[in-house]
């Protein structure tokens, strides 16, 4: 089992920055893949950022060129540093792990708000 606790989230206005932290139980190089999730008011969560443990880095579209996804091992943390905050980024933000890299994600955290007002 792995926990993961999301931190970082907050009120900005539009142009301004965040950096959420994910904070894992276990040594995130024992997963394929760590990312960022996030999930607007009636709509679906969506993949924002990911990377897998030979550091490939994919990224929505939308978020390409603001948002930056990195980790430390030694810390147990993956970042999401959001530059650029746009209105419509506002969501709340989950931390997810899959342990096979088959777009199936087996750990979740508690979701952090993030809200950018224009």
């Known amino acids: 089992q792995v926990w993961l606790a999301e931190s970082g989230g907050g009120s900005v206005q539009a142009g301004g920055s965040l950096r959420l932290s994910c904070l894992s139980s276990?040594?995130?190089?024992?997963?394929?893949?760590m990312a960022w999730f996030r999930q607007a008011p009636g709509e679906q969560r969506e993949l924002v950022a990911r990377?897998?443990?030979?550091?490939?880095?994919d990224y929505k579209d939308s978020v390409k060129g603001r948002f930056t996804i990195s980790r430390d091992g030694a810390k147990k943390t993956v970042y999401l540093q959001m530059n650029s905050l746009k209105p419509e980024d506002t969501a709340v933000y989950y931390c997810?792990?899959?342990?096979?890299?088959?777009?199936?994600?087996?750990?979740w955290g508690q979701g952090t708000q993030v809200t950018v007002s224009s």
């Open positions: 990377i897998n443990v030979g550091g490939r880095i």
């Open positions: 276990e040594n995130i190089f024992m997963v394929s893949v």
């Open positions: 997810a792990a899959s342990k096979m890299d088959n777009n199936k994600y087996d750990y």
